[in-house]
């Protein structure tokens, strides 16, 4: 067994945990980190998880390349089996907005329709990894995530390809187009209504008791699989390589994951793009911790103390951007760290210009882009800066 990942609380996981087996225990934060590797590119491959595989960590831990290679191929033209196309490197271009140049990286019409099939199919080669080293027929853990959006969607084409069972953790009124494709691609949907006297948001508590009976947190969130990240960080590494001068990079934030993962890659590729993390204000509780850490002296005082920096959100979150109303942002350390390293800070978009934004670069790419996806482009907008900046914006997810 390869040794496991070190938490932000200073705890050293064993060689299978998903997480801190801390968490939850003490009001520390609890994340579990993956190594930051040397930059390298394999430039004989246009699909990122070989392409950059060996920045992956799944690489390192399956420590056998012509295998991964061989693995990665199979599980990829699996992929392309169920949802049309399997990863390929997403475009990059400028596009004139208004009088700005904005380089736009388009991840609509990757694998499930956004970019976080990146996770799950980073995570499905670990899984994969380790029931190569338990030997045939050893028995597959279930997977579980609780998400009634892109994430569910990513989750469900991942582990349809593999045949391997997941539940998949709704709201009691998820939409229902959502939860068709995720019946047609065989997931098992749990609803979850609300119980009396029971606090927190009922499918994730439903989803951590399924953990805690063994399944696998297959999701797109740092705290409950520190490994997420790894698939994650292949949109960094690609926008490194594709945009080296920009100089800023505005990411929409939910959970946090998202800008995390970006924010590794790039910084592993030596990019000097400061990160601008963007939420609505109908859902800001990002903005707020950032605050919250400068009132208690910094990040590692934060990290001590994660209810004095994060909580839900309050009244129920609303937006047009409707995948990014995470009540709390899970990874939200990763993310403060990430902007107080390169210089960047925290933007809350007014809603209106969330469907302004959704409009306007709708229009002036031509890319099909939900409102969730384009609300990066949105806080750029906002936050108006100097003519001769060179921002990026990640067109996340397609409209549906
Ligand atoms: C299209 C899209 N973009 C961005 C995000 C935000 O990602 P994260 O939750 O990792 O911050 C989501 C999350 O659901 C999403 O669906």
New binding site residues.
Partial sequence: MTQGLTCSCGAVAAGDAWACAKRGGDDQDHVLALPMPEWSVDEGSSQPFVRYRRMLRSWVEAGDDSWFVDEVGRLDAAVAGVDGHGFEVTPCSEFLVGERIITVKDETDNVSG???ARHTFGLMLHLLIRQRRAGAGAERPPLAIASC???AVAAAVVAAAERWPLTVYVPEDPEAAVVARLRELGATVEFCPRVDGEEGDPSYLRFQEAVGAGAVPFG?QGPDNGYTIDGGRTLGYELAEQAPDIDRVYV????????ASVAQGLAIGKSQAALVAVQTEGCAPLARAWKRTAELGGLEEARQQRSAVMWPWTPTPASAAS??L?DETYDWAAVTEAMATTGGHPVVVPEPVVTEACEVGRSATGINV?P??SAGLAGLLCDDPPADAKPAVLF??AQR
């Fill in positions: 956004s970019h976080k959006g892109n994430a797109c929409q934030v939910g959970g946090g994951a998202l800008a995948g990014i995470d939900s969730t996806g996340t997810g």
